[in-house]
């Protein structure tokens, strides 16, 4: 009896052990597009890996040129090509397309494009203080001095009791 529950708890142990064990599996189609960054800007560079592309290929996208990804060869069979994104490429989400060895996956929300900065005035129209900013900055000049004449007054005051 004593055996018995030995023996059931190693057969549990074994079979909770191989069946956390990664598997060992052959990539033989492309997998987990990763764009980096995942937000840019117009005109940066933009790294790209791809899992099971082992012979390298091509990526694609309306936001870059057709690309080429050279194998790193690493556990993953991974693949990796930088691009650069379009000067003129329009904001918002994009989508990148592999092609390795034949075998095609898309990723339609890789990477996402910002805008440029809109520069200028910023609404100003004159150089230099307007008559209201002057009229306002005279206003605020006067109470600052009444406020400050009553302080000294009141202390004046209390020196006397």
Same mark, same amino acid.
């Given at each position: ?34 764009a ?19 012979? &390298? +290929?091509?990526? @694609? !996208?309306d %936001?870059? /040129? $057709? ?8 556990a ?13 490429a ?7 397309t ?23 005035l &910023? +609404?100003?129209? @004159? !150089?230099? %203080?307007? /008559? $209201? ?6 206003g ?22």
């Amino acid at each position: 009896m004593r055996s018995s529950r030995a023996l059931a708890a190693t057969a549990a142990a074994v079979a909770v052990l191989g069946l956390s064990a990664p598997a060992a599996v052959a990539w033989d189609q492309p997998s987990n597009i990763v764009a980096l960054p995942s937000v840019i800007a117009q005109g940066g560079q933009l790294t790209v890996t791809v899992d099971g592309c082992r012979n &390298g +290929g091509t990526m @694609t !996208s309306d %936001a870059f /040129p $057709t690309t080429n990804l050279s194998p790193i060869h690493g556990a993953n069979e991974t693949a990796k090509g930088t691009a650069t994104v379009n000067s003129n490429a329009s904001p918002g989400s994009h989508g990148i397309t592999v092609n390795c060895s034949g075998k095609t996956l898309t990723n339609p929300t890789a990477f996402t494009v910002i805008g440029g900065v809109r520069g200028g005035l &910023g +609404g100003s129209s @004159t !150089s230099g %203080a307007t /008559p $209201t900013d002057m009229a306002i900055g005279g206003g605020l000049v006067a109470a600052a001095l009444a406020g400050g004449g009553v302080f000294w007054m009141r202390r004046r005051a209390e020196k006397r009791i």
